[in-house]
């Protein structure tokens, strides 16, 4: 299996550790080969995005972020997954393609970029390629992916720096989310849609209400309405928020997100015109994190 060669002072996130990924991992866990947990047609992202045949979703392993409360805490700082080469990659996408997926969905992909671009450039894709992050993205390494990618479906998960530093070990993160994301608009430009409503080219900000988290939602909120031309991009607002903190140190992420913090916050959208996907309160359900089994890999 081929390895990414010039991974050896690993710039591509915001941390910029400097690692020498031929003799040793990242920050984020990532080596020179790109390591992949499950590939498969993926039905419970937003309705552009999933529709009736599902998206392609490549689960990819590692994480630039340390978020608390991930998850998918198995894959993302647990590291599980299996190393595969750019050449099987390139076939995941196309087998993918094969079973009729509306595109192919790129899930945590920011450390595997050079290996992502490789495969996408051998797999010769007619759909559109969704790049799904945690949104810590270095905006250097996005502009690389012009002309690759339709679609950028970034979470935008902390405003205030205090709560990214506990909760992420990242206090630059709006700073760095923020600069990535109009990167992401000014590749894409608005959101264009095909007759079926499915989402062709364009961004989607997803962005994760938690406990007592309201007043730092709302000033995302007031961003993304400050920085966009109205019904330029889409916002997906979620409450799928599931407790899976074990540290006594995050006594207030130990609940769910309460019906009336998560409304507060849908209705504060709408007071700014934002368009986009309320989530239904059911989806707080680990069953709605899919198993990492290797499927597809």
């Not at 996005?142 to 992420?168: M, N, Q, T, W």
């Not at 206090?171 to 760095?176: R, V, W």
């Not at 074990?246 to 209705?267: A, G, H, I, M, W």
């Amino acid at each position: 299996m081929e390895s990414y060669e010039s991974s050896n002072h690993c710039q591509l996130c915001p941390r910029r550790c400097g690692a020498d990924r031929r003799k040793s991992s990242g920050f984020c866990g990532g080596g020179s080969l790109v390591k992949v947990a499950r590939a498969a047609p993926h039905f419970w992202e937003e309705p552009c995005i999933s529709g009736k045949s599902g998206s392609g979703a490549v689960f990819f392993s590692g994480c630039p972020l340390s978020c608390c409360f991930c998850q998918n805490y198995e894959i993302s700082r647990g590291n599980f997954g299996k190393e595969i080469s750019v050449q099987r990659l390139a076939e995941i996408f196309q087998e993918l393609e094969g079973q009729g997926v509306h595109n192919i969905n790129l899930v945590s992909p920011t450390h595997w970029q050079p290996q992502i671009l490789q495969a996408l450039s051998l797999a010769g894709l007619k759909l559109p390629v969704v790049w799904n992050s945690g949104g810590y993205e270095s905006a250097d390494t996005l502009k690389a992916l012009e002309g690759h990618i339709a679609v950028f479906l970034p979470d935008l998960k902390f405003y205030s720096s205090e709560r990214s530093s506990r909760y992420a070990s990242a206090p630059d993160y709006f700073q760095q989310a923020s600069l990535a994301i109009l990167e992401m608009f000014r590749q894409t430009g608005p959101c264009v849609f095909d007759s079926d409503g499915m989402l062709q080219k364009g961004v989607i900000i997803r962005h994760l209400v938690l406990p007592k988290g309201r007043e730092d939602s709302k000033k995302l909120l007031d961003w993304i309405a400050g920085s966009f031309p109205p019904g330029a991009i889409r916002i997906s607002l979620m409450s799928q928020y599931t407790p899976c903190i074990q540290k006594e140190e995050f006594p207030e992420l130990k609940r769910r997100v309460s019906t009336f913090e998560y409304e507060d916050v849908v209705n504060y959208a709408l007071s700014l015109g934002l368009a986009g996907y309320m989530q239904e309160r059911s989806s707080a359900q680990a069953e709605y994190t899919p198993s990492f089994d290797l499927t597809g890999i």
